[in-house]
C-alpha cells in the first residue's frame, strides 16, 4: 500500500517571500501522479498542481512549483510571492496509474501543513 | 458551475441515531468518492463508486453504507452513528476514461457531530 508523509504539521511564511512544503512518498510502482490540494477555511479542497511520474521535468502553475525527485520519492511544493490568500491547509496526495477494469483509482492523502501568511 | 454538491453542510447527532449524506455532481462524472477528514490524519476513504451501479470499500468502511443512485447521486449513509465518526465529510468525483483528467473535483464537505 502507498503512504504520504507531510512532516511539518504548521509552517509560516512572510508575505511576498518563498516558502517549500515537503512530503514524501512510499510506493513499489512506476508509474504514477502526484497532486498538492489546497483547503481554504472555506473548506474546499482546490487543486493546486499535478505532476505525472513519468514525466522529468517539474509542474509549474504560476507561483507555485513542485521539485520531483523520484529516485528520493519526493514531491515538495513551493510558493513564491506568498500571498494572504495562500494561507491554508496543504495536502500531498498520490495516485496509481494502474486502473483495472471496472475499478475507480484512489487518492491517497498526506496529513497536511497547515501554512500561514504573515503580512 | 455547480460542480459537487454536498448536503446538509452541518449536522449534530445522537449516538444511535441514523442520517444520509447526499452528493449529486453535474459533470457526467463515472466515480464518485467519499472521504473523512479528521485532524493530523488528511482525507481517507470511506467509499468510491467507479460507475452508476458498483460501489468499493476503500480503507475505513466499517460503519457505512452508500448508495449510487444514479450517474449524478452518490450518497452515504450512517445507521447508528457513533462519536467515532464525527468527522467532515468529502464527497468527490472524477471523469476515469479520460487519462488526461487525472484529478478530483470535491464538495465543499459536512461537518458532522455524533454527540
Known amino acids: 500500500a502507498q503512504t504520504v508523509t507531510q512532516s511539518q504539521p504548521e509552517m509560516s511564511v512572510q508575505e511576498a517571500e518563498t516558502v517549500t512544503l515537503s512530503c514524501t512518498y512510499d510506493?513499489?510502482?512506476?508509474?504514477?501522479?502526484l497532486f498538492w490540494y489546497k483547503q481554504p477555511p472555506s473548506r474546499q479542497m482546490i487543486l493546486v498542481i499535478r505532476?505525472?511520474?513519468?514525466?522529468?521535468q517539474n509542474a509549474t502553475e504560476n507561483r507555485f512549483s513542485v521539485n520531483f525527485q523520484k529516485a528520493a520519492k519526493s514531491f515538495s511544493l513551493k510558493i513564491s510571492d506568498s500571498q494572504l490568500g495562500d494561507a491554508a491547509m496543504y495536502f500531498c496526495?498520490?495516485?496509481?496509474?494502474?486502473?483495472?477494469?471496472?475499478?475507480?483509482?484512489?487518492?491517497?492523502f498526506g496529513s497536511g501543513t497547515q501554512l500561514t501568511v504573515l503580512p | 458551475n455547480a460542480g459537487v454538491t454536498q448536503t446538509p453542510k452541518f449536522q449534530v447527532l445522537k449516538t444511535g441515531q441514523s442520517m444520509t449524506l447526499q452528493c449529486a455532481q453535474d459533470?457526467?462524472?463515472?466515480?464518485m468518492y467519499w472521504y473523512r477528514q479528521d485532524p493530523g490524519m488528511g482525507l481517507r476513504l470511506i467509499y468510491y463508486?467507479?460507475?452508476?451501479?458498483?460501489?468499493d470499500k476503500g480503507e475505513v468502511p466499517n460503519g457505512y453504507n452508500v448508495s449510487r443512485l444514479n450517474k449524478r447521486e452518490f450518497s452515504l449513509r450512517l445507521e447508528s452513528a457513533a462519536p467515532s465518526q464525527t468527522s467532515v465529510y468529502f464527497c468527490?468525483?472524477?471523469?476515469?476514461?479520460?487519462?488526461?483528467?487525472?484529478?478530483?473535483?470535491f464538495g465543499s464537505g459536512t461537518q458532522l457531530s455524533v454527540l
Open positions: 496526495a498520490y495516485r496509481s496509474a494502474l486502473h483495472p477494469p471496472g475499478s475507480a483509482r484512489q487518492l491517497t
Open positions: 463508486s467507479a460507475s452508476e451501479g458498483t460501489t
Open positions: 510506493t513499489s510502482e512506476s508509474d504514477y501522479y
Open positions: 468527490a468525483s472524477s471523469e476515469e476514461a479520460t487519462f488526461l483528467l487525472q484529478k478530483l473535483f
Open positions: 505532476q505525472e511520474a513519468y514525466k522529468q
Open positions: 459533470m457526467n462524472h463515472n466515480s
